[in-house]
């Protein structure tokens, strides 16, 4: 059940797929040399798999406790996030203003994945600190940046995002959490659940990012205003206050990620928890979506990382287990004793598959957050306003088809260890529970392909997906290229016909039938997905130099495998786009 952060592979997905010594050259970002990032990725790595990754199984285990109001999180937890802290690691890609190290978001996602492969439960609270630190970076005012950001971007504080309400469910517009205007600030009432890392022993405060509505708000989305609520109020010179009207009511008992608290928390239960407005009245929603792409980046990293800790427990037990007699090449049998399970065709297809799946996954998470680096230090307008439309689009494809990889390696890695993999002892399990959750938080796949096709595919005609369409027909492997590359051509090129053909499909319905584009929104995403990550992992095996002997040569074994194995699941998924939304939407409601 150990972990080693991979970091010869993280490092090739950096310079190669999101060309991060381009992104070292743009403006802000010229201290991302390759000796800084790769004592980065060094110590990142120490960090993770001698302190986080040993917490991993016993923190499972334990879980969190909520006792008398207060959450006790596992054993060596509050430990290790000491040392996070102390390390700077929370610091890396913010405003170096307020005591960030202005390094790129792609190295920053890099290392996320090593504290999220380590340990998922610990990593949750990192993730939503980043997510609240860019927020307040981008619609916080100027005294909110001075008063919050210093301790919440070394880590001494924590972050939350407070959207879900019982009633409410995904439809945030439902929010009935009350905010009524008291002076220089608000008096928020209401309860929010699945807040994760609502409540802790990690810090000495969190600041909370409270969705409420005003009394004389307008309805739905328009009327939602985004809050600043700190668990102790902050003093005139920066030291903390007296406790603020918000408490943690329970602790939910979960299938997974056991060790991080998720909480139910309830606001002004002795008249008001005092918060401060962020941005404007009755436009929450806009400064809340930049939290939300934050953390569905980041979520999608979260799938790269319990597939990667998946396949290297798999991969070891593959080497260890001994069963059965090896076959030979004629199909005939082989020697007379037991041989480790990786000599059976099998075992070897399903740590390929869970290899290929990973490495695309990963892939596609360091690509999206070089868009998002893009998009914010390009030296040009036009190539800023470009990467923002590329990441937009990537964003909900990256978060939902990473995290479906997590699932499905997670249960492939239970399948090669067999009868022990259903055993608890032997750790397999955790991660496949652990990855459930991931298709379901920051919107739930369902959701992020409607927003795909919706607010990103439509919005623009299918301009931004056009440009991405031309990139990946480019980046096609020459038909005169070597045999292992001229051997990918030609699947990739029929599924880029097939999703362009399903694209073409989905933006008729556009002017059409919404409903029937909703109802195949998600075997569209799937298959936006799949291509994506066959041309990336077709990308990464054109390289020149991998900096090891048969590296590249290895990485094109991975996309030829993926190719032959995984993409020809692309023409059928463009079948089921055009072709089944009716029969989805044939069912009257009694025939469920």
Known sequence: MTYTAPITEMRFALDAIADLPGIARLPGYEEATADMVDAILEEAGKLGGEVLAPLNHSGDHEGSVFENGVVRTPKGFREAYGLFVEGGWNALPFDPDYGGQGLPWTLASAVQEIWQAANLSFGLCPLLTAGAVELLQE?????????????????????TMNLTEPQAGSDVGAVKTRAERNGDHYLITGQKIYITFGEHDFTDNIIHMVLARLPDAPAGTKGISLFLVPKFLVNEDGSRGPRNDLRCVSIEHKLGIKASPTAVMAYGDSGGAIGYLV?????G?????TMMNNARLAVG???????????????????DRTQSRALTGNGGEGDAKSVAIIRHPDVRRMLATMKAKTEAARAMTYWTAAALDRSKRE??????KAQQALLDLLIPVTKSWCTDIGCEVGSLGIQVHGGMGFIEETGAAQHYRDARILPIYEGTNGIQALDLFTRKLLRDEGAAMTQLMLEMRAGLPAADAGDALAALRQPLAEALEALDRATAWMLEQGGQNLANGAASATPYQSLFGLVLGGWLLAKAAQQEDGG???????????????????????SALAESVTAGAGS?????????
């Open 285 to 289: 929603m806009a400064c809340m979506f």
């Open 139 to 159: 619609h916080g005012s100027d005294d909110q940046k001075e008063t919050y950001l210093p301790k919440m971007i070394s880590g001494e504080w924590t972050g």
């Open 548 to 570: 090891e002997d048969g590296f590249v040569a290895a990485k094109a074994k991975t996309a030829r495998f993926y190719a032959d194995n995984l993409l020809g699941e692309a």
């Open 379 to 384: 030296t040009d307008e036009e190539s800023r």
């Open 584 to 592: 989805t939407l044939s069912f009257a409601e009694e025939d469920f």
């Open 301 to 319: 990293i979260q799938g790269v990382a319990v597939a990667e800790r998946a396949y290297q427990q798999a991969r070891a037990y593959a080497f």
């Open 279 to 283: 941005g404007e009245e009755n436009k």
